[in-house]
């Protein structure tokens, strides 16, 4: 039985006035916590002035070798919170043991939070990138292409939990002997995603002692039993949160508008330029998505897709671009995240490619961190409140202001309803989503072109 001593952030603290998705600044700053000065030098090149408030308690709970528990969602600043301790510990085991070997494991549910790890270790180990090699097995296919980069015995590996008892199984990865931290990032998807049942059996072929650390967005009953099978008296940290950003930083509306009229809608606001800056459009299905570029496509309005079909490299390369403003708008079906409507997938194994090939390993809504958008739309409105703020995260994120735009067709107004009372509970019920105004009569003038345009695509 394990009994952890509590440091809720509760009500009265400087973290409870902060939604989990805010980065909030904390009081120390990254010099004054103890770290090597090539991590402090490798945050500074990132512009971080200060640590966020998770990573303000995480880091020195993790230096000092405690296991952690944090209710984090990204946006929290929740990678670099465990990454930082790592690295530091990592650094630290350098000065005294020359072998090589994998001394931590990053488990993630995704391929792209692989990636986007891996990214933010690689930044923050930039001045130490000779010490401490890090390699992501959840991103490619080919297991055999992975065998020479394990055998080099990276210091941390990032895999998605079946991936890692592949080469666990395979005898190319061995961790018995070696680990020292082993990290569940956003741990609820982990099962909802599926991976239970691996990820109990690769908990077997670690070694008695270990650090641990797990992030995970929400604290439910399997994160619950997470927790008794790899925390040993653990911290627990958990952000006071309110759902979504407040109004003052994410402003939500919606608008009316059948079905035959969206992709009208849509153009309209792009071209009458109501919407402006980077913008996520949501859609719930992949061939959806590829309509939907099209229509944009005859109106020279360039756009790119994301979806579960496309190739792991591909989904991490359109990300890149997009959070290189190479492009204003992408299309993003999150139909694997969005699952259908009150269908649980734990412990279901829904691993590799669908018959579709749809990549379950795939995620847009959760964990992945677009930068600087400034709209959501939400073209279709999702089928459960959860993605519905897990879409509305995407923007208003660190400091920045942000808007979620939700198109409702008469067929999507009791889901629409869910989400106000869900989100409303705060005494506001039934006016989160505010009516979107503008005058329709401007549709008009475009339903012409549209009309063109619509009957090319379903011909298409
Ligand atoms: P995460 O929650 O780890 O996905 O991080 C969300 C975003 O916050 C990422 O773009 C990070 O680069 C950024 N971030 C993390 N820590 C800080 C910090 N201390 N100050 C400013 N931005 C940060």
């Known amino acids: 039985m394990v009994c952890g001593d509590a440091l809720a952030l509760g009500p009265g603290s400087l973290v409870s006035v902060l939604p989990d998705t805010h980065v909030g600044m904390a009081e120390l700053r990254f010099h004054e916590l103890g770290l090597d000065l090539r991590l402090v030098k490798a945050v500074a090149d990132l512009g971080w002035e200060k640590p966020t408030l998770i990573q303000e308690k995480a880091i020195p709970l993790g230096m000092d070798g405690k296991d952690l528990l944090a209710r984090a969602r990204t946006g929290s ?171 003052s930083q994410l402003l939500q509306y919606h608008i009316r508008c059948e079905e035959e009229d969206k992709f009208l809608l849509l153009y309209t606001l ?33 756009s790119c897709v994301l979806n579960s079909e496309l190739p792991v490299q591909s989904r991490c390369h359109i990300i890149a671009q997009f959070n290189q403003s190479c492009y204003d708008y992408i299309i993003a079906s999150d139909e694997h995240v969005l699952g259908e409507k009150g269908k649980k997938r734990t412990g279901k194994k829904r691993k590799g490619k669908s018959e579709k090939g749809q990549d379950s390993e795939y995620g847009v809504s959760r964990g992945i961190d677009f930068h600087n958008v400034s709209t959501v739309i939400n073209f279709d409105l999702p089928l459960s409140v959860d993605s519905y703020i897990h879409r509305a995260g995407r923007t208003a994120r660190a400091n920045n202001p942000g808007a979620a735009l939700s198109f409702v067709a008469s067929s999507e107004l009791p889901m629409l309803q869910e989400i106000e009372e869900a989100l409303g509970e705060g005494g506001s019920k039934g006016c989160v989503l505010r009516p979107y105004r503008f005058p329709t009569e401007d549709l008009e003038g475009f339903r012409y072109r549209c009309r063109v345009s619509c009957v090319w695509l379903r011909a298409v």
């Open 270 to 302: 792009l071209k009458l330029s109501l919407i402006r800056g980077k913008t996520i459009i949501f859609v719930n299905e992949v061939e959806r998505s590829y309509r939907l570029k099209l229509f944009l496509e005859q109106f020279s309005i360039p």
């Open 77 to 247: 600043g929740k990678t670099a919170a465990y990454a930082i301790p790592i690295i530091q510990g990592l650094l630290q085991d350098k000065m005294t043991l020359s072998e090589q070997a994998v001394r931590v494991l990053i488990l993630v549910p995704t391929k792209e939070l692989g990636h986007q790890v891996l990214q933010m270790v690689r930044q923050l180990t930039t001045y130490c990138a000779r010490d401490i090699k890090i390699a992501d097995i959840s991103g490619q296919a080919d297991i055999s292409a992975q065998r020479p980069i394990l055998m080099e015995k990276p210091d941390i590996v990032v895999g998605t939990p079946s991936r890692v008892l592949l080469h666990i199984n395979q005898k190319t990865l061995c961790l018995r002997e070696s680990l020292r931290a082993l990290v569940i990032d956003e741990a609820d998807l982990i099962f909802s995603f599926g991976f239970e049942e691996d990820l109990k059996n690769l908990l077997c072929q670690l070694p008695n002692i270990y650090q641990s650390y797990l992030m995970s967005a929400t604290f439910n009953e399997e994160v619950k039993a997470l927790k008794e099978l790899v925390l040993h008296n653990p911290v627990i940290l958990k952000l006071e949160e309110s759902q979504l950003p407040d109004s």
